[in-house]
T-cell receptor, first 110, second 113 residues
Framework: RKEVEQDPGPFNVPEGATVAFNCTYS??????FFWYRQDCRKEPKLLMS???SGNEDGRFTAQLNRASQYISLLIRDSKLSDSATYLC???????????FGTGTSLTVIP | NAGVTQTPKFQVLKTGQSMTLQCAQD?????MYWYRQDPGMGLRLIYY???????DKGEVPNGYNVSRLNKREFSLRLESAAPSQTSVYFC????????????FGQGTRLTVV
């Protein structure tokens, strides 16, 4: 079983739509949680960290449910520039290892 | 800011050849990583170095070796390349602390023929 599971999509949504991505992780000892964005043929880059209380950065909202071992990302008012692959990432403090989901592909359509 | 620098960016090898992928970071991070990314598989951890002087296997270490040369540099070696090692390789670094993100190099596209 993979450490981090994501729905691969693809998600094709019109501009202005709201879209949500979900992710589950298997190790209850996980310490830190992130959403990364990866553009085609580029390296992954941090989109936002995910905190227990939930956090928001402009049009992006991340939620963490430790009891259900579940992470979500909500994108409101989608822009064409949001088209990318979104990676759910979990960090296990032991060894400071980062585990990645397979990514969810998003295409925002004009 | 350079961040994480990987070389080379592209490489074609013949089966059985060897090569070393170089990685250097200028952020004074303790932890460094090598990942491979394949379609449908996501990023998989090959080896990591939690701190200078230590290295450990990740999910897919077979066919690879690593060297943490110093705090800045972490190299990945393919001793005898196989077509199954065709992939995009990413080096990353992070501070040794909870909630610190990983920073990635631009990747090396390796093809083994």
């Amino acid at each position: 079983r993979k450490e981090v599971e994501q729905d691969p999509g693809p998600f094709n949504v019109p501009e202005g739509a709201t879209v949500a991505f979900n992710c589950t992780y298997s190790n209850s000892a996980s310490q830190s949680f992130f959403w990364y964005r990866q553009d085609c043929r580029k390296e992954p880059k941090l989109l936002m960290s995910v905190y227990s209380s939930g956090n928001e950065d402009g049009r992006f909202t991340a939620q963490l449910n430790r009891a259900s071992q579940y992470i979500s990302l909500l994108i409101r008012d989608s822009k064409l520039s949001d088209s990318a692959t979104y990676l759910c990432v979990v960090n296990f403090k032991t060894g400071n290892q980062f585990y990645f989901g397979t990514g969810t592909s998003l295409t925002v359509i004009p | 800011n350079a961040g994480v620098t990987q070389t080379p960016k592209f490489q074609v090898l013949k089966t059985g050849q060897s090569m070393t992928l170089q990685c250097a970071q200028d952020m004074n991070h303790n932890s460094m990583y090598w990942y491979r990314q394949d379609p449908g598989m996501g990023l998989r951890l090959i080896y990591y170095s939690a701190s200078e002087g230590t290295t450990d296997k990740g999910e897919v270490p077979n066919g690879y070796n690593v060297s943490r040369l110093n705090k800045r540099e972490f190299s990945l070696r393919l001793e005898s390349a196989a077509p199954s090692q065709t992939s995009v390789y990413f080096c990353a670094s992070s501070e040794w602390a909870v909630a610190y993100e990983a920073f990635f190099g631009q990747g090396t596209r390796l093809t083994v023929v």
